[in-house]
């Protein structure tokens, strides 16, 4: 595609009901980002893949959190259980490598009621 | 300390006034980039810069590695150009970013 596509633009989820997020990076960018901008604060990383490479975990917040890409391409988010401090925008961005420009996607506004 | 800091936190500026953004960090960086994100969420990249300066357009962007400084600058601003602006940083070895708080600017025409 032209850009990078999240699905679904909005999220609306009960608490504690499991959510996936989907991102659909550049074709043919190997590093795939997810971040994650909670109302009114900065974006916070969560997890880094990069090719076949074992994915940087190290942002994710608890283990209700998981990602993973499959193929090098395609990448979901799972957050299980979720809880009202989960709600924020989860942005995923992609780049070509790692130390090229990174392209974000329009974001998954999440809502836990 | 935020290892990323902005400056300002909210910038309101008549059009066609030049604007000037600030960034600190205080950690080795291998790059630092500027971004632009528009009510509703989406982010842009509008540069990445390791030294030196770049320009595109009515946007100019400059860093001072021993400074660890950067600022980003607008020039003839626009009321298009109201967004928040973040500046993010990739240290060495760690392909991740780290990002400042952003700033605010609203631009009245």
């Known amino acids: 595609g032209a850009g990078v596509s999240q699905s679904p633009s909005n999220k609306v989820t009960e608490k504690g009901k499991d959510v996936e997020l989907r991102c659909d990076p550049i074709?043919?960018?190997?590093?795939l980002y997810w971040y994650r901008q909670s109302l009114g604060q900065g974006l916070e990383f969560l997890i880094y893949?990069?090719?076949?490479?074992?994915?940087?975990k190290s942002g994710l917040p608890s283990d209700r959190f998981s990602a993973e890409r499959t193929g090098g391409s395609v990448s979901t988010l799972t957050i299980q259980r979720t809880q009202q401090e989960d709600s924020a925008v989860y942005l995923c961005a992609s780049s070509l490598a790692p130390t090229n420009e990174a392209f974000f996607g329009q974001g998954t506004r999440l809502t836990v009621v | 300390k935020n290892e990323v800091e902005q400056s300002p936190q909210n910038l309101t500026a008549q059009e066609g006034e030049f604007i000037t953004i600030n960034c600190s960090y205080s950690?080795?960086?291998?790059?630092l980039h500027w971004l632009q994100q528009h009510p509703g969420g989406g982010i842009v990249s509008l540069f990445m810069?390791?030294?030196g300066k770049k320009k595109h357009g009515r946007l100019i962007a400059t860093i001072n590695i021993q400074e660890k400084h950067s600022s980003l600058h607008i020039t003839a601003s626009h009321p298009r150009d109201s967004a928040v602006y973040i500046c993010?940083?990739?240290?060495?070895?760690?392909?991740?970013?780290?990002f400042g708080t952003g700033t605010r600017l609203t631009i009245i025409p």
């Open positions: 074709s043919g960018h190997t590093a």
């Open positions: 893949f990069q090719g076949n490479s074992a994915p940087d």
């Open positions: 950690v080795g960086i291998s790059a």
């Open positions: 810069l390791s030294s």
């Open positions: 993010a940083v990739r240290r060495f070895g760690n392909e991740k970013l780290t």
